[in-house]
Structure formats: C-alpha cells, structure tokens
C-alpha cells in the first residue's frame, strides 16, 4: 500500500521534476535532494526523508514532458518513489524504466494527497475512497526492467543466466 504524497496535473514538465539549474549534478546518489526544488515542503520531505520509501506522485497526463533528462527519474527514483499517472512522455517512460522507478499508467486515477492507493497488476484501488481505477500495463520486457531494478540490473541478470547455462 502507498500513500499519495503529491498530486499533479497534466504536463509536468522534467524541469519542474528536476530544475535546469541543478544540472551539474547527475549522480544519482545526489540527484534526489532536487526531487520538485521549487515545491518546498515535497522537496523538504525528500531531503529530510519523510516521505517514505514506496509513497506515490499521482499525476495526470504526458507526465516528464519537457526533456530527455535522465535526472528527472533518478531523483524519483533515489527516495522510491511510484509514480501513478494518467499517461507520460514517452522518453521519461523510457528512462524511468532504464533506472527501475515504477511508473504505473492508470487512465482514471482520482487520489488526494493523504489517501492510500494499492496497485495490482489489473488495478489501482484508493483504499480512502473505495475507487477502482484499471491500470495499462507496461510492455512485458520493460517491465522485466523495472522488476530487476534498472536496465543495468536486468542485463546482469541475463548475463548471468547465460552463464550458468553455458557452464
């Protein structure tokens, strides 16, 4: 179960997840104390790691719009973010799957900030509102990428697979 902790709407561009300003920093290790700069108390939650591990970004449509910039979800990524949203740019989408965030497309998606939202495969469930929303799932091999935890993660796993069948 997660709890939502921001709720957004349509085109949330990847400078206002992760502002120009702070792009002489690209580890991702310190990408997330940048995570939404410009909105002080999600920011501070971050920084001062509040929001636990596991909490949602409810969003409405082409969220990460804007730009190719990895940063966007790594900063998500790092405090364990799920991102819940009606749809996203396709290259975020792409990124964030590279870097194992969890993005979860879900066309109808209603929450309010406090509210505890549960995600199956099919469905998200608002726990505080008893609202089911169906959720589109990702392609079967990008979620696999996500599973493993990142790009880097699942070819090591096939890396290793391979290797052991070979042996």
Excluded: W
């Excluded at 902790?5 to 561009?13: I, Q």
């Excluded at 120009?20 to 940048?34: D, H, I, N, S, Y």
């Excluded at 909490?55 to 990460?64: E, M, P, Q, T």
């Excluded at 796993?157 to 052991?164: F, G, N, Q």
């Amino acid at each position: 179960m997660s709890r939502v902790v921001l709720v957004l709407g349509d085109d949330v561009s990847t400078d206002a997840i992760f502002p120009g300003r702070f792009m002489a920093t690209v580890l991702p290790a310190e990408t997330p104390q940048f995570a939404f700069a410009d909105l002080a108390d999600f920011n501070k939650g971050v920084r001062d790691k509040t929001i636990t591990p596991g909490s949602a970004i409810v969003a409405g449509h082409n969220f990460g719009c804007g730009s190719s910039r990895e940063q966007a979800a790594s900063c998500l990524k790092g405090p364990d973010l799920t991102i819940v949203a009606r749809g996203f740019a396709r290259i975020f989408l792409q990124n964030a799957s590279n870097l194992g965030l969890r993005t979860i497309i879900c066309p109808e998606i209603e929450a309010s900030e406090g509210d505890e939202i549960e995600a199956t495969a099919d469905e998200i469930v608002n726990v505080t509102t008893g609202r089911r929303c169906r959720v589109l799932p990702l392609p079967s091999a990008r979620q696999a990428i996500v599973d493993a935890g990142g790009l880097v993660a699942y070819a090591r796993e096939l890396l290793i697979a391979e290797r052991t069948v070979t042996l």
